[in-house]
T-cell receptor, first 113, second 114 residues
Framework: IAGITQAPTSQILAAGRRMTLRCTQD?????MYWYRQDLGLGLRLIHYSNTAGTTGKGEVPDGYSVSRANTDDFPLTLASAVPSQTSVYFC????????????FGEGSRLTVL | GDSVTQMEGPVTLSEEAFLTINCTYTATGYPSLFWYVQYPGEGLQLLLKATKADDKGSNKGFEATYRKETTSFHLEKGSVQVSDSAVYFC?????????????FGKGTKLSVIP
């Protein structure tokens, strides 16, 4: 089934540890995004990539890094996790033409203790 | 900068009641407007969209009209069902500095009781 796959689904992590959230899409979309969802704050953009080989910062990029080595994969890395990074993380992709609809993965719930 | 404001929830309705979730926006230019829905334990999915003023988006009995004069995109449904229980997000698109991004509202949780 075409779509976006995120892994892990859920993770508990000790503060200070390094963590990479994986995101893979098979729709050949050029643009990809990482959002975090927090109660009362909605979705906030962390990083984005318009096409393979390029990335950009969103609204809340501090403490996170991304890479885009190819079209399909867009991993999000927390170099040294902190409790304020406890959140649900969503990866999304978009065809770079048309109405601008984003397609979302099912999310990765991260708890930093 | 661009922003989206939607009514705070939670909203609890009885089955077959009328639903309105208000959404207003602030943006430069002419953004496209969206409503996304998030069912429990799932990611967001597009519910409907409108790309220019006076357009009406509709899907699954939900409707929203792009009102430029009031900068609004209110979501309505005439008769809600239990299966409509979810979190609803209003969003607008913007393009700038070579990127295309969606800005989301904070979400409104809807619970429909039998």
């Amino acid at each position: 089934i075409a779509g976006i796959t995120q892994a892990p689904t859920s993770q508990i992590l000790a503060a200070g540890r390094r963590m990479t959230l994986r995101c893979t899409q098979d729709m050949r979309h050029n643009a990809m995004y990482w959002y975090r969802q927090d109660l009362g704050l909605g979705l906030r953009l962390i990083h984005y990539s318009n096409t393979a080989g390029t990335t950009g910062k969103g609204e809340v990029p501090d403490g996170y890094s991304v890479s885009r080595a190819n079209t399909d994969d867009f991993p999000l890395t927390l170099a040294s996790a902190v409790p304020s990074q406890t959140s649900v993380y969503f990866c999304a992709s978009r065809l770079d033409r048309g109405t601008g609809e984003l397609f979302f993965g099912e999310g990765s719930r991260l708890t930093v203790l | 900068g661009d922003s989206v404001t939607q009514m705070e929830g939670p909203v609890t309705l009885s089955e077959e009641a009328f639903l309105t979730i208000n959404c207003t926006y602030t943006a430069t230019g002419y953004p496209s407007l969206f409503w996304y829905v998030q069912y429990p334990g799932e990611g967001l999915q597009l519910l409907l969209k409108a790309t220019k003023a006076d357009d009406k988006g509709s899907n699954k009995g939900f409707e929203a009209t792009y009102r430029k004069e009031t900068t609004s995109f209110h979501l309505e449904k005439g008769s809600v069902q239990v299966s409509d229980s979810a979190v609803y997000f209003c969003a607008l698109s913007r393009t700038g500095a070579g990127s295309y991004q969606l800005t989301f509202g904070k979400g409104t949780k809807l619970s429909v009781i039998p």
